[in-house]
């Protein structure tokens, strides 16, 4: 293999000659050499599209020549592209507050941007990374602007992966409206219900959480691109820093706007902290959603079974014919992971100090992987287990009329005392509530009908009333 000879203040280092990455991210993968993934490529998409606005106002500016200028432009598309993947080989556990990314990206624009011009690897007097592919930034203005930019195009995919399973519940919450069931609370028999309910309450807070989502993109479009070092802008000229805001808008589509205050951007992280907040809180829900679906489907013999899931794989290396609810587990541990990476993010905001926060590395590994994790365990979790639920009627009729729960309807007309009574001796003889008011004639069977007719049970009023005018 053959070599090039790149020296920087420390020293030199022999690097490969076909390789694009420069010293800078040679020291860094060995500094940091810890057998982890390298860093989150939607970051580094981001990262290459500021190095291309750069160029693109450096270029209007006169800042750069024009060749020199296409160069960097076209070869900050190429990374966006994906063709440099492969280069992108610092740890994304990394010292320094992204450093080393800003400068494994520098590097690979502008070894690439050299080639283009007909130049080899290497030969920074055509190309250079600092001070022609970094020029007028800082990692520090960069990076949190790129991962603000991830982040919100992540949000939208996350926000309409919801919306579709807030679709898909309301379905359920349909198709299930005159399936009669038990409902439970503390895991106690409680009311009577539709299943459509327990379904429509599912959505209710899946619709919260898609609000929520939608919302805190608006938290995230303020950057402080050209504020450079620590938010005051040194090195950068006025036109640029105003100029890069408006290109950088251009080329994302998205409303970002340049912070009246770029310092606080710079140094100061809760930002990502809330948005981290309300992923936790709708992980929260899909967490109790996928543990309700669980209990539900349990069994077939041995646990509620009013529900059946779809049926995605053996369950078992040594039970012939037993199937596991493997995607409400699946989502359940995206969830999980998304509540780990928010304590992470929660830490890693608040220990900043001064001027800077040098764990922005964490918070991009964390953000971006529980966006990426809830999108695609949502859209999953919709096609592979929800969209296919059935419901058990014959099974919630059977536990319905097996409980004592009815008994509740009888409090109006009899009182708390005897109507638990009649519960009490409904499950001591292992009879229903009708039995046991049948057999003791405390009502008519026409009246008996009335009260416990549990299609009025499941509504608002005083059952045996609903049709008495303010009852």
């Known amino acids: 293999m053959n070599f090039r000879i790149e020296k920087d203040q420390i020293g030199e280092w022999n690097i490969p000659e076909n390789s694009f990455c420069g010293i800078n991210t040679k ?124 982040a919100i195009h992540l949000l939208r995919k996350l926000s309409n992966s919801l919306a579709e399973l807030q679709e898909a519940l309301q379905g359920k919450e349909i198709e299930f409206s005159d399936v009669l069931k038990l409902g439970r609370t503390e895991l106690m028999d409680a009311l009577p219900m539709m299943l459509g309910q327990e379904f429509g309450a599912y959505a209710k807070a899946i619709e919260r959480d898609r609000w929520r989502v939608y919302k805190v993109e608006e938290r995230l479009r303020q950057i402080n691109l050209g504020g450079t070092a620590i938010g005051t802008g040194v090195n950068a000229s006025h036109k640029y820093i105003f100029m890069v805001t408006d290109v950088i808008q251009e080329l994302t589509g998205l409303g970002l706007a340049r912070s009246d205050y770029p310092l606080d951007i710079t140094q100061n992280n809760d930002v990502f902290v809330e948005v981290s907040g309300l992923l936790k809180a709708c992980s929260t829900n899909l967490l109790k959603l996928s543990n309700d679906l669980r209990l539900l489907s349990s069994g077939p013999k041995g646990g509620f079974g009013e529900i059946e899931l779809p049926q995605m794989q053996a369950g078992s290396t040594i039970m012939p014919g037993k199937v596991n609810p493997v995607i409400p587990e699946m989502i359940g541990q995206v969830a999980m992971r998304v509540m780990a990476n928010d304590y992470a993010i929660t830490m890693a905001a608040s220990s900043g100090q001064l001027e800077l926060n040098s764990f922005m590395p964490l918070i991009a590994e964390c953000l971006l992987e529980s966006l990426e994790l809830l999108d695609k365990g949502v859209t999953i979790f919709r096609e592979k287990c929800i969209a296919g639920i059935k419901a058990n009627k014959e099974k919630c009729q059977e536990t319905l009329e097996r409980s004592a729960v009815l008994a509740t309807a009888l409090v109006h007309h009899l009182g708390y005392e005897k109507a638990g009574y009649i519960a009490r001796k409904a499950l001591r003889e292992d009879k229903t509530v009708r039995d046991i008011l049948i057999e003791e004639k405390i009502f008519s069977n026409s009246r008996i009908n009335e009260i416990l007719n549990p299609f009025e049970v499941t509504k608002p009023g005083i059952p045996g009333l609903l049709g008495v005018p303010g009852k």
Do not use: C, W
């Not at 500094?31 to 606005?53: C, H, M, P, R």
């Not at 500016?61 to 020199?68: G, R, V």
């Not at 200028?69 to 492969?86: C, Y």
């Not at 190309?127 to 960069?142: R, Y």
């Open 27 to 150: 020291r860094a993968q060995e500094n940091f050499d810890l057998g982890s993934k390298g860093v989150n490529l939607k970051l580094i998409y981001e990262i290459a599209l500021i190095k291309k606005a750069a160029a693109m106002v450096h270029k209007q500016l006169k800042q750069l020549t024009e060749d020199k200028a296409d160069s960097i432009i076209r070869a900050s598309e190429e990374v966006i592209e994906g063709k440099f993947d492969h280069e992108f080989i610092v740890s994304t556990f990394q010292g320094g507050a992204g450093t080393s990314t800003n400068m494994n990206v520098n590097e690979v624009i502008a070894n690439r941007a050299i080639e283009i011009l007909g130049g080899k690897k290497g030969d920074y007097e055509i190309v250079h990374p600092l001070n022609d592919v970094n020029m007028s930034q800082s990692t520090n203005d960069v990076y949190p602007t790129a991962l603000r930019i991830a």
